[in-house]
Nanobody, 119 residues
Framework: QVQLVESGGGLVQPGGSLRLSCTASGSITSIYNMGWFRQAPGKQRELVASITNAGTTNYADSAKGRFTISSDNTKNTVYLQMNSLKPEDTAVYYC?????????????WGQGTQVTVSS
């Protein structure tokens, strides 16, 4: 099992910044990929950014140029630095980990952290 604990959400004005953190614990040695997803009211959950254990990153078009995903393997933590935030970035942000075992991939989710961008 993998446990994910997110932090760093909150209320911020348009143009502001926030940094989300996601710390993994448990069976973390087989984690291949960690990422951030978000879900706004009435919308489907969508990928924001992801990073593999080799450091390869992937961003949604809406995140490119504004958000940066990074990881600190010594702390088992993934970060999402969000700059130039817009009201449309308002959503619950979820951390996801993908654990690869022989013949199977397991997906784990955090509990979510609310990000609200409003003046």
């Amino acid at each position: 099992q993998v446990q994910l604990v997110e932090s760093g959400g909150g209320l911020v004005q348009p143009g502001g910044s926030l940094r989300l953190s996601c710390t993994a614990s448990g069976s973390i040695t087989s984690i291949y990929n960690m990422g951030w997803f978000r879900q706004a009211p009435g919308k489907q959950r969508e990928l924001v950014a992801s990073i593999t254990n080799a450091g390869t990153t992937n961003y949604a078009d809406s995140a490119k140029g504004r958000f940066t995903i990074s990881s600190d393997n010594t702390k088992n933590t993934v970060y999402l630095q969000m700059n130039s935030l817009k009201p449309e970035d308002t959503a619950v942000y979820y951390c996801r980990a993908v654990r690869v075992l022989p013949g199977v991939s397991l997906v784990y989710w955090g509990q979510g952290t609310q990000v609200t961008v409003s003046s």
